[in-house]
């Protein structure tokens, strides 16, 4: 005790703070992350070595942040942690940017990697995404709020997921911007039509249908009953008169 108590007057004497040993380290200080990561399939694969099997897990993950960036990512390790770590910095290094119009993707593209061939088109707003488990969770984490695919070939999911990132960076530029342009221009006369029509005024026949409205139910009572003074006598003028039965002639 008496030594520990010299070393802490020496560091004080030297200008420098005693160390506090007794506190604990806190790892909580990470950054929230701007993506969004997702666990699409998680395998245990074995490699055969001198001696037996090696066993080990693969993960495959894809994260995206929801505003036109998304990547994918595989990542082995004998952890299925240590596997989902790895895949999602392998990821984050193959980022692709998506161009999205109003929810959707530009026009139609088809893409194949392998035996898997992924068809995309672009869809209505309010569709939302029609699409298998993996091509959707990549155009989930993109942004895509509408779209309509078929996967053609294989269903692995692996092939599958790098065939629609290659169709998400197979997209041109210049005809991207063409077709964006054209949404804007729909997008500014619609909304000019919708100002129009609510800024007019009333037309004259909106006005005698608020005239009738506004009008009280006894004169509408007091046009279709009859007065009670009205004779009677019209109402049977319009009876039938009674017919006669005819006389048999005597034969």
Known sequence: MADFKKNTSLVEEAGRPAKNIMRRRSNDRREPSEFEERVIEVRRVARTVKGGRRIRFRALVIIGNRKGKVGMGLGKANDVSEAVKKAVTQAKKNIVIVPIINGSIPYEVISKHGSAVVLLKPAASGTSI??????????????????????????????????????????????????????????????????????????????????????PKADKKADVEPSSDEPKAEAKKTEKPATKPKAKKAK
Do not use: C, H, Q, W
């Open 130 to 215: 029609v699409a298998g488990g993996s091509v959707r969770a990549v155009a989930d984490l993109a942004g895509i709020t509408d779209l309509l695919s078929k996967m053609l070939g294989s269903a692995n999911k692996v092939n599958n997921i790098i065939a629609t990132m290659k169709a998400f960076s197979s997209f041109n530029e210049g005809y991207t911007d063409r077709i964006r342009k054209a949404a804007e221009s729909k997008e500014n006369m619609a909304a000019a039509v919708v100002k129009e029509t609510t800024s007019a005024p009333e037309t004259p026949k909106e006005e005698v249908r608020k005239d009738v409205a506004s009008k």
